[in-house]
């Protein structure tokens, strides 16, 4: 015989299977009542989706089986409809850290293929081994130039199966690609992405009399003609990739949002100098276009262009710059809607003149000191009628609620409202806006001073927006942007709803009900939504701290009709 102490045994509880059509249904019907009748948006970046530790190449991917089943899974207990990843362009090493929105704007990184789909399982394996860290994303083992992935894709293009179909994309696709192949080939000769540091000739390319170019275009070529056709292959997988994955999320019945990034990298200010103003920078490193140049407005579009073509609907990064572009320090230009215009009507000629431009999600927040969303105390109107990303980080009594917003005479659904995205900090406790919170969800300060309740009420004040997004840190109570989601999610999330901190929709919409007075108006519905809120956040079975006696052949009641069946003396619990 042997004594051994058992200590805490419980057991997630999670929605049965003959629960799951009723909550998805309580879920839906009560978030409309609610108001949310329009986008609920899923802000994730694809790197991050969950790996299971034999596919776990330290980089997440839309098509993988076990992204999509993620999907499925916030469809199914967050009710989204949209999913918003981060940029989709080339990532680079910078000091060791890889800036997502310091890519490249009119192609696609290594992190869009779906590498498993594309090389043998023994060097897919060799992929998951070079990768030694677990929980964060790994781009060093997926973006740079000697990683272990870029190898078997060199393997995979030298055994390329499908070569009829490359050489089709690359036919359709090399006015766009051409430049930024030679840009890498340039690149890797001299040593550095600085063009200002090439020869004259070369850093000046694009602007040679159209004989010289040429001629040097070919030299190029018979330098480093492989290594240009595999940055083509590496495009023509990803673009593949990306295609389908989109494709397979529609059939869920969610939309795919991409990321409009507001910059422009190396090779695109190399190959289009006259786009740009010489010495002009609209912040953040990033140059400024020259919009006042056919040159300027023709790159715009194209970028535009090939967004609208990848994706359902689009965040366009840093809207404001369109309306007010920062050129140097201290110094603007004026625009108005004139560009913004500019961007609907290229999005129309891609969708077609019957698309919403509703689609188009504008971020305008900036500094009021470099641009203001206001005229007096009115919305401008080319603001007003376009939608507009918010996030309640700077919640106050006269902005960053939907309260607010409807207060002051915004349309529902001319905004789309979040705790928080990746420009954001995680969120932590604050009295004042407590204080507001506490105001709109008739819910007493004094319990909001428990900074868990505090975060599961700014959950609930954009759970009655039209629109509103999600950000997946908060949503799994994770650390922070390069978070992985882990691949035992569902135990993750469970865990996290039992100590009140992931995100718990039915306690969100519950607080929101009750804040409207729909939990008298809509008695029934809201039984609903608090018993499915408790179901969420309960534990099952019992904790045990006590010592049990084993013997062979006991057979020991853990409570809730749990057994343990010991067989033999000495067996562990």
């Not at 504008?362 to 919305?379: C, M, Q, S, W, Y």
Request: hydrophobic letters at 35%; aromatic letters at 12%.
């Amino acid at each position: 015989m042997e004594i051994m102490p058992v200590s805490s045994i419980a057991f997630q509880r999670r929605l049965k299977t003959s629960e799951e059509a009723d909550y998805a249904e309580v879920l839906r019907k009560a978030k409309s009542v609610a108001g949310n009748k329009g986008k609920s948006i899923l802000i994730v970046p694809s790197s991050s989706l969950p790996q299971s530790a034999e596919n776990n190449t330290g980089v997440g991917n839309l098509l993988s089986d076990e992204g999509l089943k993620f999907f499925q899974f916030a469809k199914k207990y967050w009710g989204i409809n949209e999913i918003q990843i981060q940029p989709a362009g080339q990532y680079h090493n910078s000091h060791g850290e890889y800036h997502a929105y310091s890519g490249t704007s009119m192609d696609l990184g290594n992190h869009m293929i779906d590498i498993k789909s594309h090389v043998p399982i023994e060097d897919f394996k060799k992929i998951v081994d070079e990768n030694g860290i677990k929980d964060r994303v790994n781009y060093r083992n997926i973006v740079d130039i000697d990683s272990m992935q870029e190898k078997m894709l060199k393997k995979a293009y030298d055994n390329m199966q499908d070569r009829h179909a490359f050489e089709e994309f690359k036919t359709k696709n090399i006015s766009r690609l051409e430049s930024k192949g030679l840009f890498r080939a340039l690149r890797d000769l001299y040593g550095t992405p600085d063009f200002h540091k090439w020869s004259e000739a070369d850093k000046n390319l694009y602007g040679l009399e159209p004989e010289h170019r040429e001629k040097r275009i070919k030299e190029i070529y018979k330098l480093k003609g492989a290594d240009i056709d595999f940055y083509f292959y590496k495009q023509f997988l990803a673009e593949k990739d990306l295609k389908l994955a989109r494709e397979k999320l529609n059939s869920m019945g969610l939309k795919l949002n991409g990321d409009l990034i507001c910059g422009f990298s190396y090779d695109e200010v190399w190959a289009h100098p006259k786009a740009f103003i010489k010495g002009g920078t609209i912040g953040w490193g990033l140059p400024a276009l020259d919009f006042d140049n056919p040159e300027g407005i023709k790159l715009l579009r194209e970028k535009v262009k090939f967004f609208a073509e990848r994706f359902d609907g689009l965040r366009v990064d840093a809207s404001w710059t369109y309306a007010k572009e920062p050129v140097k320090k201290d110094v603007y230009r004026f625009y108005g809607d004139k560009i913004l215009n500019i961007i609907d009507d290229e999005v129309k000629k891609v969708k077609g003149a019957d698309y919403s431009l509703k689609n188009i999600m504008h971020e305008f927040v900036a500094d009021p000191n470099k641009f203001n969303i206001f005229d007096g105390t009115r919305l401008k109107p080319y603001i007003d009628s376009r939608v507009k990303v918010f996030t309640s980080n700077h919640l106050s009594s006269d902005f960053g609620s939907n309260d607010i917003f409807l207060k002051r005479g915004w349309a529902p659904d001319s905004f789309v409202l979040g705790v928080s995205n990746h420009d954001t900090a995680k969120i932590e406790y604050s009295p004042k806006q407590a204080e507001v919170l506490g105001g709109i969800l008739k819910i007493p300060n004094s319990k909001l001073a428990d900074k868990k309740e505090f975060m599961k009420a700014k959950f609930a004040e954009p759970a009655s927006a039209y629109n509103n997004m999600l950000y997946f840190r908060d949503a799994l109570a994770l650390d922070d942007h390069l978070s992985k989601i882990p691949a035992d999610y569902e135990d993750v999330y469970q865990k996290s709803l039992q100590k009140g901190e992931a995100f718990n929709p039915m306690d969100a919409l519950e607080k929101a009900f009750k804040a409207k007075g729909l939990d008298k108006k809509e008695p029934e519905l809201y039984k609903k939504i608090v018993r499915y809120r408790k179901i969420l956040q309960k534990k099952e079975g019992v904790s045990i701290n006590k010592w049990i006696y084993i013997t062979a052949g006991t057979l020991i009641a853990l409570g809730s009709g749990i057994f343990i069946n010991q067989k033999k003396q000495s067996d562990k619990i």
